[in-house]
Protein backbone atom coordinates (compact mmCIF):
# COMPACT_ATOMS: atom_id res chain seq x y z
CA UNK A 1 0.00 0.00 0.00
CA UNK A 2 3.00 2.32 0.65
CA UNK A 3 4.89 1.68 -2.17
CA UNK A 4 1.22 2.48 -4.34
CA UNK A 5 0.92 5.56 -2.55
CA UNK A 6 4.83 6.50 -2.87
CA UNK A 7 3.87 5.61 -7.33
CA UNK A 8 1.40 8.04 -6.97
CA UNK A 9 3.05 10.72 -5.09
CA UNK A 10 5.91 10.52 -7.41
CA UNK A 11 3.88 10.62 -10.91
CA UNK A 12 1.54 13.38 -9.50
CA UNK A 13 4.95 15.31 -8.49
CA UNK A 14 5.93 14.98 -11.95
CA UNK A 15 2.82 15.75 -13.69
CA UNK A 16 3.06 18.67 -11.51
CA UNK A 17 6.53 20.10 -12.51
CA UNK A 18 6.18 19.09 -16.15
CA UNK A 19 3.21 21.36 -16.24
CA UNK A 20 5.00 24.14 -14.13
CA UNK A 21 8.24 23.90 -16.73
CA UNK A 22 5.46 23.90 -19.57
CA UNK A 23 3.94 27.59 -18.78
CA UNK A 24 7.40 28.90 -17.92
CA UNK A 25 8.32 27.62 -21.72
CA UNK A 26 5.61 29.02 -23.08
CA UNK A 27 6.20 32.54 -21.66
CA UNK A 28 10.06 32.69 -22.49
CA UNK A 29 11.83 28.95 -22.95
CA UNK A 30 14.22 30.63 -19.92
CA UNK A 31 15.45 33.43 -22.09
CA UNK A 32 16.66 36.48 -20.20
CA UNK A 33 13.81 39.34 -20.60
CA UNK A 34 16.19 42.31 -22.13
CA UNK A 35 13.24 44.83 -21.52
CA UNK A 36 9.55 45.37 -20.66
CA UNK A 37 7.08 47.84 -21.87
CA UNK A 38 3.67 48.02 -19.86
CA UNK A 39 1.53 50.97 -20.10
CA UNK A 40 -2.19 52.61 -21.29
CA UNK A 41 -3.07 52.98 -24.60
CA UNK A 42 -5.61 55.80 -25.31
CA UNK A 43 -7.70 56.95 -28.45
CA UNK A 44 -7.10 60.27 -27.07
CA UNK A 45 -3.34 59.58 -28.40
CA UNK A 46 -4.42 59.54 -32.06
CA UNK A 47 -4.10 62.07 -34.34
CA UNK A 48 -7.35 62.43 -36.06
CA UNK A 49 -10.95 63.56 -34.37
CA UNK A 50 -12.05 61.19 -31.68
CA UNK A 51 -14.88 60.71 -30.26
CA UNK A 52 -15.39 62.91 -26.54
CA UNK A 53 -15.23 59.77 -24.40
CA UNK A 54 -11.74 58.43 -24.11
CA UNK A 55 -11.58 54.86 -24.77
CA UNK A 56 -8.55 52.61 -23.49
CA UNK A 57 -6.39 49.62 -23.62
CA UNK A 58 -3.33 48.36 -21.28
CA UNK A 59 -0.08 46.73 -23.31
CA UNK A 60 1.89 44.60 -22.18
CA UNK A 61 5.41 43.37 -24.14
CA UNK A 62 8.81 41.68 -23.59
CA UNK A 63 11.84 41.93 -25.69
CA UNK A 64 13.64 38.66 -25.24
CA UNK A 65 17.60 37.97 -25.37
CA UNK A 66 16.71 35.43 -28.46
CA UNK A 67 15.77 38.47 -30.78
CA UNK A 68 12.31 37.94 -30.02
CA UNK A 69 9.13 39.73 -28.64
CA UNK A 70 5.77 39.06 -26.99
CA UNK A 71 3.10 41.44 -26.31
CA UNK A 72 -0.64 41.54 -25.19
CA UNK A 73 -2.94 43.81 -25.71
CA UNK A 74 -6.72 44.33 -24.15
CA UNK A 75 -8.93 47.39 -24.86
CA UNK A 76 -12.08 48.44 -22.86
CA UNK A 77 -14.15 48.47 -25.75
CA UNK A 78 -16.70 46.45 -27.40
CA UNK A 79 -15.32 46.42 -30.69
CA UNK A 80 -12.71 43.25 -32.37
CA UNK A 81 -9.08 44.28 -32.54
CA UNK A 82 -7.60 43.50 -36.59
CA UNK A 83 -4.27 44.74 -36.21
CA UNK A 84 -1.34 45.70 -33.79
CA UNK A 85 1.35 47.86 -35.11
CA UNK A 86 4.72 49.75 -33.98
CA UNK A 87 5.45 52.32 -36.09
CA UNK A 88 8.31 55.37 -36.13
CA UNK A 89 7.52 59.01 -35.61
CA UNK A 90 6.67 61.47 -32.32
CA UNK A 91 3.32 61.73 -30.73
CA UNK A 92 2.02 64.07 -33.09
CA UNK A 93 3.37 62.24 -36.26
CA UNK A 94 1.66 59.05 -38.27
CA UNK A 95 5.42 57.49 -39.08
CA UNK A 96 6.37 54.18 -41.32
CA UNK A 97 5.35 50.89 -40.27
CA UNK A 98 8.45 49.36 -38.23
CA UNK A 99 6.87 46.02 -36.89
CA UNK A 100 3.93 44.08 -38.14
CA UNK A 101 2.73 43.00 -34.88
CA UNK A 102 1.24 38.83 -35.45
CA UNK A 103 -2.03 39.17 -33.77
CA UNK A 104 -3.57 36.40 -31.98
CA UNK A 105 -7.49 37.41 -31.19
CA UNK A 106 -9.87 36.83 -28.77
CA UNK A 107 -12.40 39.58 -29.72
CA UNK A 108 -11.28 42.87 -26.91
CA UNK A 109 -8.10 41.15 -26.44
CA UNK A 110 -4.65 40.06 -28.83
CA UNK A 111 -1.40 38.60 -28.18
CA UNK A 112 1.59 37.89 -30.32
CA UNK A 113 4.89 36.53 -30.40
CA UNK A 114 7.57 37.62 -33.35
CA UNK A 115 10.96 35.94 -33.11
CA UNK A 116 13.57 35.88 -35.34
CA UNK A 117 14.25 39.88 -35.45
CA UNK A 118 17.47 41.18 -36.60
CA UNK A 119 19.95 43.32 -34.35
CA UNK A 120 19.21 46.31 -35.92
CA UNK A 121 15.49 46.49 -35.61
CA UNK A 122 16.04 44.90 -31.81
CA UNK A 123 18.20 47.70 -31.21
CA UNK A 124 15.94 50.63 -32.77
CA UNK A 125 13.15 48.91 -30.36
CA UNK A 126 15.39 48.81 -27.42
CA UNK A 127 16.56 52.71 -28.12
CA UNK A 128 14.49 55.19 -26.33
CA UNK A 129 16.19 58.20 -28.18
CA UNK A 130 14.16 56.96 -31.63
CA UNK A 131 10.57 58.09 -31.56
CA UNK A 132 7.80 55.21 -31.99
CA UNK A 133 4.48 53.91 -30.97
CA UNK A 134 1.85 51.25 -31.28
CA UNK A 135 -1.60 51.47 -32.58
CA UNK A 136 -4.13 49.35 -32.11
CA UNK A 137 -6.63 49.15 -35.34
CA UNK A 138 -9.87 47.66 -34.64
CA UNK A 139 -13.42 46.62 -37.34
CA UNK A 140 -14.67 50.24 -36.31
CA UNK A 141 -11.85 52.18 -36.01
CA UNK A 142 -9.43 51.23 -39.11
CA UNK A 143 -6.89 54.20 -38.93
CA UNK A 144 -6.32 53.44 -35.42
CA UNK A 145 -8.56 52.81 -31.95
CA UNK A 146 -6.03 53.26 -29.42
CA UNK A 147 -2.47 54.35 -29.67
CA UNK A 148 1.20 55.28 -27.08
CA UNK A 149 4.34 56.15 -27.11
CA UNK A 150 7.09 53.85 -26.60
CA UNK A 151 9.55 55.91 -25.69
CA UNK A 152 7.92 58.34 -23.95
CA UNK A 153 4.88 58.94 -21.11
CA UNK A 154 2.55 60.90 -22.12
CA UNK A 155 0.49 62.99 -19.62
CA UNK A 156 -1.72 64.98 -21.13
CA UNK A 157 -3.39 64.40 -24.63
CA UNK A 158 -5.44 66.70 -26.48
CA UNK A 159 -7.21 66.69 -29.69
CA UNK A 160 -8.90 70.47 -29.40
CA UNK A 161 -11.53 71.13 -31.97
CA UNK A 162 -10.86 75.13 -33.09
CA UNK A 163 -13.93 77.16 -34.43
CA UNK A 164 -14.94 80.96 -34.65
CA UNK A 165 -17.89 80.31 -32.68
CA UNK A 166 -15.90 79.63 -29.21
CA UNK A 167 -13.80 82.88 -29.89
CA UNK A 168 -15.15 85.66 -27.83
CA UNK A 169 -16.60 87.60 -29.62
CA UNK A 170 -17.96 85.47 -31.76
CA UNK A 171 -16.62 85.06 -35.58
CA UNK A 172 -18.57 84.23 -38.20
CA UNK A 173 -15.87 82.19 -40.80
CA UNK A 174 -15.73 79.00 -42.48
CA UNK A 175 -11.95 78.36 -41.71
CA UNK A 176 -11.74 75.59 -39.11
CA UNK A 177 -9.33 73.68 -37.23
CA UNK A 178 -7.71 71.22 -34.81
CA UNK A 179 -4.78 71.53 -32.60
CA UNK A 180 -2.65 68.40 -31.47
CA UNK A 181 -1.21 68.56 -28.42
CA UNK A 182 1.04 66.31 -26.35
CA UNK A 183 2.88 66.75 -22.99
CA UNK A 184 5.19 64.33 -21.45
CA UNK A 185 6.48 64.00 -18.37
CA UNK A 186 9.68 64.97 -19.27
CA UNK A 187 8.29 68.47 -19.69
CA UNK A 188 8.02 68.31 -23.85
CA UNK A 189 5.79 69.79 -25.35
CA UNK A 190 4.71 67.98 -29.12
CA UNK A 191 2.32 69.93 -31.16
CA UNK A 192 0.46 70.16 -34.85
CA UNK A 193 -2.16 72.83 -35.80
CA UNK A 194 -4.66 71.37 -38.65
CA UNK A 195 -6.45 74.70 -40.08
CA UNK A 196 -9.47 73.34 -42.92
CA UNK A 197 -10.55 75.96 -45.81
CA UNK A 198 -8.25 78.45 -44.30
CA UNK A 199 -9.66 81.94 -46.06
CA UNK A 200 -7.37 83.40 -48.42
CA UNK A 201 -8.92 86.67 -47.65
CA UNK A 202 -7.89 86.25 -44.16
CA UNK A 203 -5.69 83.40 -43.59
CA UNK A 204 -4.28 82.17 -39.53
CA UNK A 205 -1.24 83.44 -39.13
CA UNK A 206 -0.32 82.54 -35.88
CA UNK A 207 -1.46 80.46 -32.61
CA UNK A 208 -1.20 80.54 -29.02
CA UNK A 209 -1.72 78.58 -25.81
CA UNK A 210 -3.56 81.07 -23.51
CA UNK A 211 -4.97 80.63 -20.22
CA UNK A 212 -8.32 81.49 -19.47
CA UNK A 213 -11.94 79.72 -18.89
CA UNK A 214 -13.99 79.44 -22.22
CA UNK A 215 -16.40 82.49 -21.44
CA UNK A 216 -12.74 84.64 -20.98
CA UNK A 217 -9.39 85.78 -22.20
CA UNK A 218 -6.77 85.36 -21.14
CA UNK A 219 -2.63 85.70 -20.92
CA UNK A 220 -0.60 83.90 -23.43
CA UNK A 221 1.28 80.48 -21.78
CA UNK A 222 2.39 79.50 -24.50
CA UNK A 223 3.32 80.31 -28.62
CA UNK A 224 2.98 77.25 -31.00
CA UNK A 225 3.67 78.68 -34.59
CA UNK A 226 4.65 82.51 -35.22
CA UNK A 227 4.14 81.94 -39.17
CA UNK A 228 1.51 80.72 -41.00
CA UNK A 229 4.58 77.88 -42.14
CA UNK A 230 4.73 76.54 -38.85
CA UNK A 231 0.90 75.04 -39.80
CA UNK A 232 0.41 71.80 -40.27
CA UNK A 233 4.17 70.90 -39.05
CA UNK A 234 4.92 68.83 -36.14
CA UNK A 235 6.78 70.54 -33.10
CA UNK A 236 8.56 69.89 -29.92
CA UNK A 237 9.55 72.11 -27.60
CA UNK A 238 10.74 72.01 -24.08
CA UNK A 239 8.17 74.43 -21.93
CA UNK A 240 9.00 75.81 -18.19
CA UNK A 241 8.01 73.74 -15.37
CA UNK A 242 5.52 77.19 -14.60
CA UNK A 243 3.82 76.13 -18.19
CA UNK A 244 3.67 72.44 -17.51
CA UNK A 245 1.95 73.02 -14.33
CA UNK A 246 -0.56 75.20 -16.20
CA UNK A 247 -1.30 72.73 -18.86
CA UNK A 248 -1.55 70.34 -15.90
CA UNK A 249 -4.06 71.86 -13.81
CA UNK A 250 -5.19 75.36 -15.08
CA UNK A 251 -8.17 76.07 -17.30
CA UNK A 252 -6.47 76.72 -21.09
CA UNK A 253 -7.48 77.00 -24.20
CA UNK A 254 -5.67 77.77 -28.14
CA UNK A 255 -6.34 80.85 -30.28
CA UNK A 256 -5.21 80.95 -33.63
CA UNK A 257 -4.82 84.89 -34.77
CA UNK A 258 -4.86 86.21 -38.48
CA UNK A 259 -4.37 89.91 -39.86
CA UNK A 260 -7.85 90.65 -39.59
CA UNK A 261 -8.34 89.40 -36.27
CA UNK A 262 -5.25 89.74 -33.88
CA UNK A 263 -7.22 88.96 -30.88
CA UNK A 264 -8.59 85.28 -32.13
CA UNK A 265 -10.33 84.08 -35.31
CA UNK A 266 -10.22 80.23 -34.10
CA UNK A 267 -9.97 79.04 -30.64
CA UNK A 268 -10.62 75.92 -28.64
CA UNK A 269 -10.68 74.99 -24.92
CA UNK A 270 -8.04 72.60 -23.68
CA UNK A 271 -9.37 72.05 -20.34
Not at 31 to 60: G, Q, Y
Not at 186 to 191: A, E, F, P
Request: one cysteine or more; charged letters at 15%; aromatic letters at 6%.
Amino acid sequence: MKTGLYTLTCILTCITLTTSCNKKNDYNGNVEVIKEWKFALSSFNENHATSPIETNATFHMVALADNSIRYDVQIDSADRIVAAHIKLGDPVSNGNLLVNLPVRVYSTYASGILTGLSSGLMDTLLNNNIEKYINITTNKAPFGLVRGQLNSNLVLSRNVVLSGSSVLPAVSTTTTGIAFLRLTADNVLYSKIIVNNNDPSDPVTAATINQGISTAAGPVLLTLASTPQEFGVGKKATVSASAYSALLSSSTYVTLSSGLRPGGKLRGQIR
